[in-house]
Structures are given as C-alpha cells and as structure tokens.
C-alpha cells in the first residue's frame, strides 16, 4: 500500500491522495431504490452522528486503523491491511472487484463518507472518469461537502433522522438544505426513513412535510423507503405491523411516493 497522505496542486490547493477506509467488498444492495442490485461498497470511516441502531461502531471514529479488502467478489476472503488507504490502492482494490463480476454501481458508505469531504470528491471524481456509477449513502446533514462531491455522484440515498428513533437531534433546516441541494445538483435522489415502535408521529410527519416541500415541483422525484428497524444491539424497539402500514398511510397521504422495504441483506444473511 502507499503512504501518502497530500501533494500540492498546480494551484497551489492540497489534492487528497488517501482516505480512510474500513472496507471494500462486493455485494447486494439491502436497502433503499437500487435493492437487489450488485454493488461494490467502499465504506469510509468516521461519522458525525451517534444513531443508537447504528450497525456499523466500528466505523464511526475517523482516524487511522484497520481495514480490509475482499479479493474476490463475495467470497469474503479478506485481506487486512491499514488504513488511510492511497487512492491509487483503493481504485485497485474496486477494479478487482468489478473487473471479476458485473456490478450495477459503486456504494460510498460509511460511517458518514461525506465527512471526508476532499477526499470523497476526489474519489468519486476518479470512480467516475472510469465510468462507474457511484452512489453515496449519507446521514443527509453536510450540506458544502455534498455541494463540492457533486459532480463525481449519480446517486444519492440520504437519511432523514427522527430523534424519536436514533437519539440524535439533526436539524430538520439542514435536512431540508440537503436534499435541495442534491435535487439542484440534478443527482437522482431518495430518501430513507428509519422507523420503530418509539416512531414519534408528529416528527415523522414533518419529515414527510420536508421531502413534500423540497420536491413541490417534481413529487414523482423523490421516492421515500420508509426501512422498519432491525434489531441491532441496544436497538429492539421493532415497529408492529399495525404501526408499519399506518406510518405508511400517514406519509402517502402527504407524499406520492412511499415504500417500505427491510434491511433485505440481513434476511438474507449477507454481511
Ligand atoms: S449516520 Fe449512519 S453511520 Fe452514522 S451513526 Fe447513524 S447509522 Fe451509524
């Protein structure tokens, strides 16, 4: 692996040359508008929010640590390595991947991807001279990073937090600003709510309000997966059916497009 951490541009900016991962690998997309579709997931480390059900603790502090890297697609036969990776090496491993078996596009996961804002730009930027279709999967909450990452981005799948259900206070204004400004962006764009048995309605309502005021001009545009909570951890608190299809109806009744889907690569046991 290389060791590089910037170099100076011509302009005299620093160019990121490394980024801090905690895995690559193949695999099926479990959530959101492109479910079922092959994806290879690049899933940077670090985030700047706690949500209480969140699955991936090992990727929430960003600094320097392990990492590892599938050789071949979805055999799971890693290799361990250090992270931050060279750019260089992480285009590598992804070519590995996509150069064995088709794949639908590439996964900027986290953690909070976006939170390495020069890095991911950077990124994306060279995941998309090769012609890779890259989505980045986002708490929805920096808003300059997304704006700069842009250009390098086809997809975006970004959360909309409830406090109710992740014990984090997001500001609904800086969700707003998001998602209007992956919409201005003219990235292809969905919306993922969590839901559980704590949902609190008036919330999940002006979250829905939220999606409906920023796409006024094209409802169809935006789909919201409304993804009931799997147990993970602390997090038990499960949505029963009855609560499922009546936060479902609530949200159409404010918003032509709502579907709820699982996590489906935990009911099928995939990583
Ligand atoms: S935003 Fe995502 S990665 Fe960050 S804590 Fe919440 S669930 Fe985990």
Known sequence: MTDAVTSPSPAGAAVPRDVLITEIF??????????????????????????????QPEALERRPGPCRIEQTPGSRDWIETTSPLAMEDVMEAVARLWDHTPHHSISLTGGEPLLQGSRLERLAGLMTERGWPVM???????VPALRRAAPGLTYVSMDIKLPSVDGELVAPTTQSRFLAQALASGL?????IVISADTDVDEFDAAIDLVAQASSDMPEAVEVFLQPLSA??????????TQVLELQARALNRHPRVRVIPQTHKAIGQL
């Open 188 to 192: 292809t764009t969905w919306v993922k």
């Open 232 to 241: 993970f951890g602390a997090a038990t608190a499960v949505p029963s059916p």
């Open 136 to 142: 980045v999967e986002t708490n929805g909450t920096l």
């Open 26 to 55: 193949s695999a099926i997309q479990g959530e959101g508008a492109l479910v079922g579709e092959r994806q290879v997931f690049v899933r940077l480390t670090g985030c700047n929010i706690r949500c209480n059900y969140c699955d």
